[in-house]
């Protein structure tokens, strides 16, 4: 059974997408898609058990074996990327329901489902297809799916949003698309283990050196590296925060997912690191995201593009494990996948109840909030501090891991760039917690009442983890250095 559990993982989700169509009730389509997630959850963790235990699992599509076939391939990375797509979807869905926290009308809401299961299937086939081709197809279906849940949101802006991701997001899927054809023009092949064998005697071309720029550069703008961003604050903002939190937690992890397949699995660490000097460009452009954005987001008047803006700094951790050419600098770049799809996940659903109360996302709105929505506040609270990088949250063990990497290398002046960076997000996280807390509340704030409870479990679940796994640190830090491992040729 485990055997065609990867078939699985990207089947389920696609045939319950047309199926939120034929049902059209709110309410049954909720419960289904939930249920898809959290049946989709248990095989992403079943098949990360397996790959743990028992090493990669190969799927070979219609009897076709590779390289001829399309072969669905799962080791360690591939099942700890999809259990963090399906645990966070299986979080945000029951979330959704609420007809007030989407910005759609009851009859339509059924759409939302259809393009967050779409989205889903697109998300975990990038997560575990062995056939580069596929990446592009995925890609594709994650983002036709993700451009219409971000137009969902409120106002016109939503759409202009969703228009410029649509551009920026053309252009990538475009030049991943002529990466992938360049790379099967010198090598005959799209299974990409067959590739990067294929690649090697021919690795001194300017054909592959031009195949690594469009994957690097059409990665790069699905995964929002600085300076190709800027699609990035207006969807987060305008976008529904169900849709805000789903995409901001899982989007962009996999995008870095298929940057690191690019990197190490295509071209090979002595190719990019040794000939490239990939890390020349790479590392600093990630301290420039980790202090552009947290400065950015220190000016923002919206929780939700200051959000964004972290979400920029943030990515710029994850680049600066992978510039490290290390394992110990790409583990804290997959432990701080995990931990910021938690952090930010969180954060956005923390948003999304209070914009249902307040129905507003101004800063200046939320004055005196801790005191009408106390655990709400407090979910924030914990969820900024987490961002910080505060000891026992998981913000802190991602930095950790990161600094160990710095150290390795013997750079010590990154290790302090890390924690002056981290510094930083104190500015963006209390200027928020100052409002909530010190100052009256305003006449908004005094005629609202806590959120419902079937809104604040979601917000905790995921707000708690980050606290979990501060503290209970062998699980992430086991599968994420065995990933690294894996990645990197080293298993």
Not at 259 to 287: D, N
Not at 290 to 310: C, D, E, N, P, W
Not at 321 to 329: C, D, I, K
Not at 351 to 368: C, P, Q, Y
């Amino acid at each position: 059974m485990n055997a065609h559990l990867p078939a699985i993982q990207v089947v389920l989700p696609l045939l319950a997408a047309p199926v939120c169509v034929l049902l059209q009730n709110r309410k049954v389509v909720g419960v289904w898609a939930t249920l898809v997630a959290w049946a989709s959850f248990a095989i992403a963790i079943t098949m990360l058990v397996h790959t743990m235990e028992h090493g990669t699992i190969s799927y070979a599509l219609g009897g076709w074996e590779s390289p001829l076939g399309i072969e669905l391939r799962v080791d360690v990375a591939n099942a700890f990327l999809a259990t963090i797509v399906t645990g966070i979807a299986s979080m945000v869905l029951p979330y959704g329901p609420g007809s007030a926290t989407l910005a759609i009308p009851e009859d339509k809401q059924y759409l939302f489902y259809t393009a967050f299961l779409l989205c889903m299937t697109g998300l975990l086939g990038m997560s575990v297809t062995g056939d580069a081709f596929n990446v592009f197809v995925f890609v594709e279906i994650t983002s036709l799916s993700s451009y219409t849940l971000i137009a969902l949101g409120k106002g016109r802006r939503a759409l202009t949003a969703a228009f410029s991701y649509l551009v920026m997001g053309t252009i990538g899927g475009t030049f991943i698309l002529l990466a992938i054809g360049l790379c099967y023009q010198m090598t005959g092949t799209l299974n990409m283990a067959d590739m990067a064998l294929r690649l090697q005697p021919v690795m001194g071309t300017r054909t592959v050196l031009v195949a690594f720029g469009f994957f690097v550069v059409g990665a790069s703008i699905k995964l929002a590296v600085f300076p190709l961003h800027q699609w990035m604050p207006n969807a987060y903002t305008h976008a529904p925060s169900v849709v805000s939190a789903f995409l901001s937690a899982t989007a962009t992890k996999v995008s870095y997912f298929v940057l690191v397949r690019v990197v190490f699995t295509i071209f090979g660490a002595a190719y990019v690191f040794g000939t490239v000097h990939f890390e020349w460009l790479l590392m600093p452009l990630s301290i420039a995201a980790m202090f552009v954005g947290s400065i950015a987001a220190m000016y923002q008047t919206h929780i939700k593009r200051l959000l964004a803006y972290s979400s920029m700094a943030q990515i710029g951790y994850m680049t600066l494990g992978l510039s490290m050419n290390s394992v110990e600098g790409l583990t804290g770049g997959l432990v701080h996948l995990f931990n910021h799809g938690l952090m930010k996940g969180g954060l956005f659903l923390v948003v999304a109840n209070i914009t249902f109360r307040l129905n507003s996302s101004k800063i200046e709105d939320m004055a005196g909030l801790a005191r009408k929505m106390p655990w709400t506040s407090l979910a924030f609270a914990i969820g900024g501090l987490s961002l910080i990088g505060v000891p026992g949250t998981a913000g802190f063990i991602s930095k950790w891991y990161l600094v160990q990497g710095a150290l390795v290398k013997g750079q010590v002046w990154l290790a302090l760039l890390i924690l002056m960076s981290s510094l930083l997000a104190v500015g963006y996280v209390w200027k928020v917690i100052e409002v909530m807390l010190l100052k009256p509340p305003t006449d908004r704030v005094e005629n609202t009442k806590p959120a419902p409870l079937s809104m604040i479990w979601p917000v905790w679940v995921m707000i708690g983890s980050t606290v979990v796994f501060g503290l209970w640190t062998t699980w992430t830090g086991t599968v994420a250095e065995v990933a690294a491992e894996t990645l990197m040729g080293l298993r």
